[in-house]
Structures are given as C-alpha cells and as structure tokens.
C-alpha cells in the first residue's frame, strides 16, 4: 500500500491507474478504523481494480464544543488494517494541504434539505463540512464508485443527493451496518464509553428492534415513538432524535411502506447513532413527530 500526503502525487499516482483503464474505488474514512470501515474496504477490493481510502479528521464538520480535539488519531494501527485489507492506496492530507487559506475562506457546497433535520439539525452545519470535504475527495480522486456505511444513513442520503445534483459519474454505495455480538452498531467513538456505558448501548439497538417490530405490526407511529423515547431515558440515554422518515428522509405519509427508523442519543461523553428499515403495513396511522 502506497501512503500519500501530497495532492499532486495522489493525482499522478491515479493517473498512471486511469491511463490503463483501470476502476477506482474511494472509501472516505476519519480513520480510528474499525470492522465497518474494513467492510468497506473489502465491498471495495471486489469491485475496484484500486482501491483508495482516505484519510482525514475533517476540521469543518465538527462543531464549536464537539470533539475535534479528543477524536482519536491510530494513523499506525490505520494503516496496518488498510494494509492487511487489500488497500492500494492511502491517502491522508494535512488540513492546510486542503484548507490552505483556512475554513472561514472556504467555499461551501451545501446540499439543501436533505441535510437539514435529524443530525443536521443538532448539529448545524455538519453536513456542509462532510459535503464539503467530499466533494473535494471525489475531484481529487474521481472514482468510479464510492463506499459509505448506512449506519450514517442521513450522510449516505446527502452524498448520493450532491452526486445526483451535480452530475458526478460516481456510483455510490451504501454498506450495511457492522454491529458488535450484543447489536451495537460499530462506530469510532464507541471507544468513548466506559465499560458499565458499553453494558448499556445496545439497549439503543435493541429499543429500536422493539420499535420495528411495533410499527410492523401497525401500531401508531405516535404512540411508538412516545415509548421509545421514554425507553431510551429509561436505559439511561438522553436522546437527541427519534424519528420515522421515508426512505428518502422525507415525512412518513399513510401511503408509505418503506422507511427508516433513525435515532441519536448521548450516552455519556459519546453520541451514538442508529437506524433500521421498516416495513410499514397499510394500516399504520402514519406521522414523522417525534
């Protein structure tokens, strides 16, 4: 695995793979790399002649008072895992090397919408970081196809809606979730718990299960969703979210049957995300509130 830091040899090295035709394939990562992040990796290897992984603790989708500072930095164990995972390339600018005139200069691509609500909503201007930082992955790079979890599912959602807005020959992909043996969804800032916290979190997990199978079985999206709230206080979460959107993160209607069942809470110093499908039956007396 080739380790670069510089654009113009990330850019040269790519143009050598291009010229003979080969497809590139891109995993965006903020590293502290975990088996989600290597699930990405390998969907990667099956389908791309080279394999890209970025990465890169983005300073503008973090928020005043988030944890910018604390994120963990393993570039060592990163690359060892990229390595034994069957990746070509590892690309891992400095800030300045993308944000050269700093972040308050920078230019934006903000995705309207999407992005608003649900994560982007307790944290603003999230999303004009990730989108933003994207994008300039994707001119950097030009892949033929990028992979994203779906335990992000709302940033899957705005990916897809800029590459589809702005017309990038991009084909993105969306893996499923990685989950520990006891559900809970594999993320970097798990390590942020203590070990009676991590006792707790798949009770996120599990609360949502419990929900799924309730609106499955046409209870009120209302009444389920008031309950799961109270769940959640119960097991010792604050939530932040919980929330029944379509597929496309829009308002469940009584015409929907496909959706998405998202949820944020704090557990502790970590906020933790999930999601699962639903399959809403024609019944269910549909409603988005909280």
């Given at each position: ?10 850019r040269h090295t790519l143009r050598e793979h291009r010229l003979r035709g080969q497809r590139i394939a891109l995993v965006p990562t903020m590293g502290n790399l975990h088996a989600g992040h290597l699930a990405l990796v390998a969907r990667a290897r099956q389908s791309a002649d ?119 020959p991009i084909e993105i992909i969306g893996v499923p979730i990685v989950r520990a043996e006891d559900g809970l969804a594999l993320s970097s800032r798990n390590g942020y718990l203590s070990q009676q916290e991590r006792a707790v979190a798949p009770a996120l997990y599990q609360t ?83």
């Amino acid at each position: 695995m080739h380790t670069l830091r510089d654009i113009s040899e990330l850019r040269h090295t790519l143009r050598e793979h291009r010229l003979r035709g080969q497809r590139i394939a891109l995993v965006p990562t903020m590293g502290n790399l975990h088996a989600g992040h290597l699930a990405l990796v390998a969907r990667a290897r099956q389908s791309a002649d080279v394999v890209v992984a970025s990465l890169f603790v983005n300073p503008m989708q973090f928020g005043p008072g988030e944890d910018l500072d604390a994120y963990p930095r393993t570039f060592e164990a990163d690359q060892t895992q990229l390595t034994e995972a069957g990746c070509d390339i590892l690309f891992s600018p400095t800030v300045s090397a993308l944000y050269p005139d700093g972040l308050d200069a920078q230019t934006l691509v903000h995705v309207p919408e999407m992005g608003e609500g649900l994560c982007g909503g307790s944290r603003p201007g999230h999303f004009d970081g990730v989108s933003t930082v994207v994008s300039m992955l994707f001119n950097l790079v030009q892949p033929d196809v990028a992979f994203f979890g779906q335990k992000d599912y709302q940033q899957l959602a705005v990916i897809r809606k800029m590459v589809s807005d702005l017309h990038l020959p991009i084909e993105i992909i969306g893996v499923p979730i990685v989950r520990a043996e006891d559900g809970l969804a594999l993320s970097s800032r798990n390590g942020y718990l203590s070990q009676q916290e991590r006792a707790v979190a798949p009770a996120l997990y599990q609360t949502l299960c419990s929900l799924r199978d309730a609106l499955e079985h046409g209870e009120s999206v209302e009444q389920v969703l008031h309950r799961g709230h109270t769940a959640l206080y119960d097991a010792g979460f604050t939530p932040d979210y919980l929330e029944l959107r379509d597929t496309m993160l829009g308002p469940v209607t009584p015409s929907t049957r496909h959706a998405v069942l998202l949820a944020a809470a704090h557990l502790g110093p970590a906020r933790l995300i999930d999601n699962l499908s639903v399959q809403l039956p024609a019944a269910t007396n549909a409603s988005h509130q909280r």
